[in-house]
């Protein structure tokens, strides 16, 4: 059975690749497909196949697909562009006749109004339109959102977003990864939706107080405007379309869009989440 990871260049496509070799699938039925692929000599020493791969390029899809029985369609990093990415691969995995795409879609993508689910949406969408037999990994948000800005966090001595007293059900990308293979070695999983979060939800001043705890330096929360918060994000270099993205996505958390209560995740890696606890302390530790 051959297993395609797109994006396996990435944080995440790394972790589901880790987490399929743990669960059994032998090395050389799991193609990593990506852009990068010098990052991948790791795995390509352990005996997976490497194929370089462009969402934008619908001939090194089609050659990364190329006897395909299941495929996890990463979702695309470049925001405005991505339903198109998805498209070619959508249709490369018809082509090839796949017996299962996994997809990589956001929270509570049906009923959320955030900007950052609507080409998840579009997505679902092309997906139940082409015919593939599909499942959607609908991810929360990973705690690395919050743990890699560590630095910056303990410099400002504060949190700043604009989520309110909204609480948000992430988990550490290495358990989305875990449930990722969970799902493409498993049978029976065509039409299946997983609603895949944290088990325990935790709003910005919780975020802070762990920081306080894990580092000893007094962290709070600084709670803003949408529009104040879009403007400091750009104000540090993020671009001023993405900076108004995340700040929609925390109103998104104000109003409860990412809060997971299905149990989706735990069921699926056979233990209980990564902790935001656990998470900073590692993320303090490492600092």
């Not at 995440?12 to 059994?24: D, K, N, P, Q, Y």
Request: aromatic share 4%; net charge negative; hydrophobic share 45%.
């Amino acid at each position: 059975m051959s297993i395609v990871v797109t994006g396996a260049t990435g944080q995440l496509g790394r972790h589901v690749l880790e987490a399929l070799l743990e669960r059994g699938v032998a090395a050389g039925n799991i193609v990593a497909a990506g852009r990068s692929v010098e990052k991948l000599a790791d795995f390509v020493e352990r005996g997976v196949r490497v194929q370089p791969m462009d969402y934008a390029d619908a001939g090194s899809v089609a050659a990364a697909l190329k006897g395909a029985r299941r495929v996890l369609l990463i979702s695309g990093s470049e925001v405005g562009q991505r339903v198109d990415q998805h498209r070619t691969v959508i249709e490369a995995a018809k082509a090839e006749g796949v017996e299962l795409l996994a997809y990589t879609s956001i929270a509570n993508a049906d009923t959320t109004s955030m900007l950052l689910a609507d080409e998840h949406k579009a997505t679902e969408a092309l997906l139940r339109e082409s015919g593939v037999p599909f499942v959607l990994l609908r991810n929360g948000w990973y705690l690395e959102n919050y743990t890699e800005q560590l630095p910056g966090t303990l410099a400002q001595g504060a949190v700043a977003g604009s989520a309110g007293d909204g609480k948000v059900s992430g988990a550490a990308r290495a358990d989305y990864a875990q449930a990722a293979a969970a799902v493409l070695v498993a049978d029976g999983q065509s039409g299946k939706v997983y609603e895949l979060g944290g088990d325990e939800a935790f709003s910005m001043a919780d975020l802070a107080a762990e920081i306080s705890a894990a580092t000893g330096k007094a962290v709070s929360y600084n709670d803003l405007p949408a529009g104040d918060y879009a403007e400091l994000l750009a104000s540090v270099g993020v671009p001023e379309a993405f900076a108004e993205i995340l700040a929609d996505s925390d109103m998104g958390i104000a109003r409860g869009d990412l809060l997971v209560s299905t149990g989706d995740l735990r069921r699926l890696i056979g233990r209980p989440t990564t902790s935001l606890g656990q998470a900073v302390r590692a993320a303090a530790a490492a600092a």
